[in-house]
């Protein structure tokens, strides 16, 4: 199992010497800026910035980009001019506008796919595997006790 946030802080910090995150709104920075703190990686985190709009405006930026792209620019050139050489975008649908109309680069800052990488690690998991190497199974990735794993699968069963 793989997540796209844990895939993505651990590519950009491998990419780039300085990331920043990029979301749609400030809940989601603070919350993601959270995150690479709880990794330990804020010391490769610049701060971030934020879009201010809600999920309801991207049914609009994927139907309409041309009225959303000087402000998505705008915006993320703020981001990069705070020192982040690699932009991470956060909400699969602000990475998926970005990568449609071809954001991968701004000003010399690499913007990362979270869902592409996420996919990438999954298959590098797969051959890692094959070599012998896996995940620790213990702490954050230890299998939880037998009876809580007998209830879960009782739930998903009622489904």
């Known amino acids: ?30 919350r993601l800026t959270g995150m690479a703190q709880q990794y330990g990686l804020s010391q490769h985190m610049v701060p971030g910035g934020h879009l201010n709009i809600s999920y309801n405006t991207f049914p609009d930026m ?3 980009p ?12 703020e981001v990069v001019a ?24 701004i000003d010399g800052c690499r913007v990362l796919d979270a869902a592409g990488a996420a996919v990438k690690v999954a298959e590098l998991m797969v051959d890692l595997k094959g070599i012998g190497i896996s995940r ?8 939880p006790p037998l009876d809580i794993r007998e ?9």
């Open 1 to 30: 199992v793989v997540f796209c946030i844990e895939s993505g802080l651990h590519l950009a910090c491998l990419l780039a010497p300085k990331f920043a995150f990029f979301a749609h709104n400030e809940l989601l920075l603070h």
């Open 82 to 105: 705070r020192g982040a050489n690699m932009l991470f975008p956060a909400a699969l649908a602000l990475t998926q506008f970005m990568v449609d109309n071809d954001l991968l680069d």
């Open 66 to 77: 041309s009225r959303h792209f000087d402000s998505v620019v705008s915006a993320a050139r």
């Open 62 to 64: 994927f139907e309409h």
């Open 136 to 143: 620790g199974r213990s702490g954050d990735y230890a299998a």
């Open 151 to 159: 209830a879960l699968r009782g739930l998903y069963k009622q489904v």
